[in-house]
């Protein structure tokens, strides 16, 4: 009897391990429902939030890609990482102090991919907004730059398709949040 006495206190051990675990999942869960955060491991970058706000390091915009979930059609940029197309143009969005790209460049990439297979060349362009340090800007609008360039070669793109060009103007018009943007098109 005492044998079947400690396996349910076993199950009962379980049952409550489980439900305190299931409460707590559920906890973490609605606080990072409700503080808009996501724990996707490619929309989570928490760089430096410093006052460098650039954008990349190259002139242009690219052939029109597929909308995803984190690109953005219409309407004001906000001050995380997006991605938005426009008139054949992919336009990737910074957050303040960062080089991460939003989720779904591959896809926004995707025309830009079928535009060189095509015979055609990959422009990419940064721009930075005006706040904070110079230098700073100049470095992280080139990482910036770097890193939608990485995106391409991933996507199988050879740097000979690829022209990085800097903008003879590097700070864009427009709020801080759509100034930091690195754009990429086709010739």
Do not use: C
Not at 38 to 50: D, E, F, G, Q
């Amino acid at each position: 009897m005492s044998e079947q006495r400690e396996e349910e206190r076993g199950v009962v051990w379980a049952v409550l391990i489980g439900v305190v675990l299931l409460a707590i999942g559920l906890a973490v869960g609605m606080g990072l429902y409700r503080t808009g955060k996501s724990v996707a491991p490619a929309a989570a970058s928490s760089a430096a939030n410093a006052n460098a706000n650039a954008g990349g390091t190259a002139a242009g915009g690219a052939a029109g890609a597929p909308a995803n979930t984190a690109a953005m059609t219409s309407g004001e940029v906000g001050d995380g990482a997006a991605i938005r197309v426009e008139n054949g143009v992919v336009k990737f969005y910074f957050a303040s102090g960062s080089a991460e790209l939003a989720a779904g460049a591959a896809e926004a990439l995707g025309e830009v991919v079928k535009g060189v297979a095509a015979g055609k060349k990959a422009v990419i362009s940064g721009f930075h907004d005006v706040t904070g340090d110079p230098v700073r800007n100049e470095e992280l609008a080139k990482q910036r730059a770097l890193a939608v360039r990485d995106a391409l070669a991933a996507l199988g793109i050879g740097e000979d398709k690829i022209d990085l060009r800097k903008p003879a103007v590097t700070t864009a018009s427009g709020s801080n949040a759509e100034a930091r943007r690195v754009e990429v098109h086709l010739e």
